[in-house]
């Protein structure tokens, strides 16, 4: 199969992982939740996992490759107060700053 569209995404926080099994058509997401989240990848996509904090959605059908990373960050999108989550690696997390004590 030939990528043309990838999509990479970071996992940002302490015991949050990923990993691909069989042949990139199943994902584990640990993410800090009580049971691991399992995604089932569509036909037309491929996933892989670098350092087990790095996903990367890959296929010839840009939509669908989208799509299925849209899912994946949807599972814990980043959270502004301390910047974890599954976030695009191009994207820029705004920063907030928490409640100030006095």
Known sequence: MEAKFFRFLKIVGVGYKARAESEGRLLFLKLGYSHEVELTVPPAVRVFCFKNNVVCCTGIDKQRVHQFAAAVRSC??????KGKGIMYTDEVVKKKQGKKSK
């Open 76 to 81: 814990k999108p980043p959270e502004v107060y």
